[in-house]
Nanobody, 128 residues
Framework: QVQLVESGGGLVQPGGSLKLSCVIS????????IAWFRQAPMKGREGVSC?????????YYADSVKTRFIVSRDNTRRTVYLQMNNLKPEDTAVYYC????????????????????WGQGTQVTVSS
């Protein structure tokens, strides 16, 4: 079955950078997408970014991170990355990667119910 394993979280000062990794296993083709979600204490899980492997690596971002985060993938390592720059205290959350369908509106809209497999999450804390 599909499995996702995140890593790379940690403590960083405001204005700093972190790069999260999501190692993917279990897919037999490239007709899927990978999204990053985050959940801050006492808040719901929100979509941050999505990359559609099926759609020539088309990428999508939430407005709050659009100019600061970059999603990419390394197919040889079966890994999707989230490069996070100019981090702010409000970026503090547990970050999850999730697998979804390769086509349609699920990836562009980062519609949570559409994603069928989730990682265990990695904590990102932005604090001085």
């Amino acid at each position: 079955q599909v499995q996702l394993v995140e890593s790379g979280g940690g403590l960083v000062q405001p204005g700093g950078s972190l790069k999260l990794s999501c190692v993917i296993s279990g897919f037999t083709d490239d007709y899927y997408s990978i999204a990053w979600f985050r959940q801050a204490p006492m808040k719901g899980r929100e979509g941050v970014s999505c990359i559609s492997i099926a759609d020539d690596d088309a990428t999508y971002y939430a407005d709050s991170v659009k100019t600061r985060f970059i999603v990419s993938r390394d197919n040889t390592r079966r890994t999707v990355y989230l490069q996070m720059n100019n981090l702010k205290p409000e970026d503090t959350a547990v970050y999850y990667c999730a697998a979804g369908p390769g086509y349609g509106s699920v990836c562009p809209t980062m519609s949570k119910p559409g994603f069928f497999s989730w990682g265990q999450g990695t904590q990102v804390t932005v604090s001085s």
